[in-house]
């Protein structure tokens, strides 16, 4: 069990040690790249896990002082994200470009704001952009605060675009109090866009950048996961199991995983409708994990218990990522979580064949189980005297009713106090 355990610990180290040598000469890597230019594709919705992939997708560019590309094609999403990506690019450190692509592609509603913010605007034949007008629940008219934030917000990227004293920037402002849509050829005409482009190709070429090398960032697990939870289906489907399960843990006799699970369940819904923050959520599921463990050590057997920790352990640690959206979840971060994961399975499963082992032994150090064993008397002793037996691996103080003869079997008949009384088996 040493040795097995020793074992792991040295691949433990071995893979942390690896981890820490990767990070620290990726600097030196950065300084010795060739020109490149990095590359995102965005066919969805604007939510938290779009901004999670693009600005992880920034930060790669910038530590390479590379220039980003973004395909965009989408209807639009949420404010909170549109803003976080915004803000990102709008304080970029490298040349940032989105391109209206492929040809047939839209940018409108959040994806307008995102296309004005970066410093080039593309668009590829049949495109169009615009229409940003805050959407109003049925029958009501659109909240004056958030009208007049999506107007100045237009008006802002637009003067940071083109200029404070230039037509366009009224143009632009259009987009949200007219809901305007142009083409490619009319916001050409306009000069809203920069220039057209069908492909990736031309858009390099136009940019100078055709000798760059592009490296294709795709989307993470972990962005994946924030839109998920972005969604308000999901949100609400969470939120609605994690009380029921509390429901049922609270109507329920015995040790229960329901009220725990529920618990994450809510927490990660509250994380979806933006209540709490990434550290709160990972916080809460770190303290969730360890509780689900401490339960299956308390209750060994049941393994469910731990496995549901070590996914909360994980899940934790993916949100505490989430706080540092500049901070890229790559492969290092991966196996560093996966070996976490596995080194916590390893070490549950070690403390419970401890702690199996530590009840066995402790249960037969109750003098009263050794009645009825057999073992050897270890010396003479007459009869009412005390002796010593070996019995069940250990030297137990005995006596009998009969004289025994050292390496004679006797048999165990009764427990007085700590010493046994003894018969010839």
């Known amino acids: 069990m040493f040795m097995f355990r020793d074992k792991h610990l040295h691949v ?54 590379a220039p980003l590309i973004i395909r965009l094609n989408t209807y639009g999403g949420y404010m909170d994200s549109m803003d976080t990506i915004i803000n990102a690019l709008v304080s970029s450190k490298v040349e940032t470009v989105v391109w209206v ?48 934030y999506a107007i100045e917000r237009m008006r802002a990227l637009a003067e940071r675009k083109y200029g404070f004293n230039d037509s366009r920037v009224d143009i ?22 920069d220039f057209k482009a069908n492909s990736l190709q031309e858009v ?5 950048w055709s000798d760059y090398e592009v490296v294709v960032v795709g989307r993470s697990i972990a962005s994946q996961l924030y839109s998920l939870l972005n969604d308000p289906l999901i949100v609400g489907l969470l939120f609605e199991l994690g009380f029921w399960l509390i429901l049922i843990d609270l109507l329920t006799a015995g040790v229960q995983v329901y ?44 393994q469910l218990f731990g496995f549901l920790g070590l996914v909360m352990y994980a ?69 009412g005297e005390n002796g010593v037996v070996h019995v069940f691996g250990e030297e137990w103080t005995a006596f009998s009713d009969f004289d025994i003869k050292r390496g004679q079997k006797v048999k165990i008949v009764d427990v007085v106090g700590l010493r046994l009384k003894v018969a010839p088996a």
């Not at 180290?13 to 995102?40: D, E, G, N, T």
């Not at 390099?204 to 100078?208: A, C, E, N, Q, R």
């Open 101 to 148: 692509g492929p040809p047939g592609a839209k940018a409108v509603s959040a994806g307008t704001f995102i296309a004005l913010a970066a410093n080039y605007l593309v668009m590829s034949d049949g495109s169009v952009i615009g229409s940003c007008q805050p959407r109003s629940t049925a029958g009501e008219p659109v909240d004056p605060k958030i009208l007049n």
């Open 204 to 208: 390099l070429s136009v940019l100078g």
């Open 315 to 383: 899940l934790g640690i993916l949100f505490m990522y989430r706080e540092q959206p500049y901070i890229e979840i790559g492969v290092p971060q991966y196996v560093f979580v996966s070996m976490l994961a596995i080194g916590g399975g390893f070490l549950i499963i070690y403390v419970h064949n401890v702690r199996k082992s530590w009840r066995r032994a402790r249960g037969m150090l109750d003098p009263k189980r050794l009645i009825g064993m057999t073992g050897v008397a270890k010396t003479d002793f007459k009869a």
């Open 12 to 65: 433990s180290l071995i893979l942390i040690l690896v981890y820490f040598i990767s990070l620290s000469i990726q600097p030196y890597i950065a300084l010795s790249s060739p020109l490149r230019v990095y590359y995102v594709e965005v066919d969805a919705t604007i939510d938290a896990g779009v901004a999670e992939y693009i600005l992880n997708a920034l930060s790669k560019a910038e530590a390479f002082n």
């Open 259 to 302: 009220g725990f699970i529920g618990a994450a369940m809510i927490v990660l819904s509250l994380f979806g409708m933006g209540l709490i923050g990434p550290s709160a959520t990972a916080l809460a599921l770190l303290i969730i994990g360890s509780i689900l463990i401490l339960v299956e050590l308390q209750y060994p057997g049941i």
């Open 172 to 193: 632009a402002v259009k987009f949200v109090t007219e809901n305007l849509d142009l083409t490619v050829s009319r916001a050409l005409e306009l000069g809203i866009a």
